[in-house]
């Protein structure tokens, strides 16, 4: 059971926007920042999301994050179907004293 | 070009120890914090643990707790994960990762290696 929880799947059509939710508590979430990572399988995952909002060099504006309380949300505007992949939220947990993934959310474009 | 080259995984026996190895280019590594993260089939990633760049913090996820140990040489551009008495469920692909912010609880992870395969049975 992950420290962070996720809904294990997601769909939606090429054009449309859907959205990823990542909840967690006062010592994870709330307390730090939240990142969010793709992932396709036999590759290494990519940094999508970092400091909540923020998007590394490269990444299309189609990804954005969001952040208030104990969640965060992903939302991928405009689905193509190389989005297709396994998405993970990720903060530091001060009472674990550790990063935490969240369980992971595989998006399937229809 | 930057990157970082994971290796030292292979097949090993339930109780022996492996070290994983990440080299790392194109960059100053001796500035940046590392991480190991795994994914075992099937699973989701793993956080494994984190050593700051002067390798003075050190931390590590509950599952690797006794048996992982992080550790770097600044001066081989290079970071390790050495893991003893290996156990069927540490079956995964190990990926190394570099934290892009000062702070573990503020930072991402924004350059990953390709991952090496451990794969423990008898």
């Known amino acids: 059971q992950s420290v962070l929880t996720q809904p294990p799947s997601a769909s939606g059509a090429p054009g449309q926007r859907v959205t990823i939710s990542c909840s967690g508590s006062s010592s994870n979430i709330r307390s730090n920042d939240v990142c969010w990572y793709q992932h396709l399988p036999g590759t290494a995952p990519k940094l999508l999301i970092h400091n909540n909002h923020q998007r590394p060099s490269g990444v299309p504006d189609r990804f954005s994050g969001s952040k208030s309380g104990t969640s965060a949300s992903l939302a991928i505007s405009g689905l193509r179907s190389e989005d297709e992949a396994d998405y993970y939220c990720?903060?530091?947990?001060?009472?674990?004293?550790?990063?935490?993934f969240g369980g992971g959310t595989k998006l399937t474009v229809l | 070009e930057v990157q970082l080259v994971d290796s030292g995984g292979g097949l090993v026996r339930p109780g022996e120890s492996l070290r994983l190895s990440c080299a790392a280019s194109g960059f100053t590594f001796s500035i940046y914090s590392m991480n190991w993260v795994r994914q075992a089939p099937g699973k989701g990633l793993e956080w494994l643990s984190y050593?700051?760049?002067?390798?003075?913090?050190?931390y590590y996820a509950d599952s690797a707790k006794g048996r992982f140990t992080i550790s770097r040489d600044n001066a081989r551009n290079s970071l390790y994960l050495q893991v003893s008495s290996l156990r069927a469920e540490d079956t995964a692909v190990y990926f190394c990762?570099?934290?892009?912010?000062?702070?573990?609880?503020?930072?991402?992870?924004?350059?990953w290696g390709q991952g090496t395969s451990v794969i423990v049975s008898s």
């Open positions: 990762a570099r934290d892009e912010g000062e702070l573990a609880r503020l930072s991402g992870m924004d350059v």
């Open positions: 050593i700051s760049r002067d390798s003075n913090y050190r």
């Open positions: 990720a903060a530091w947990d001060d009472s674990l004293r550790s990063r935490v």
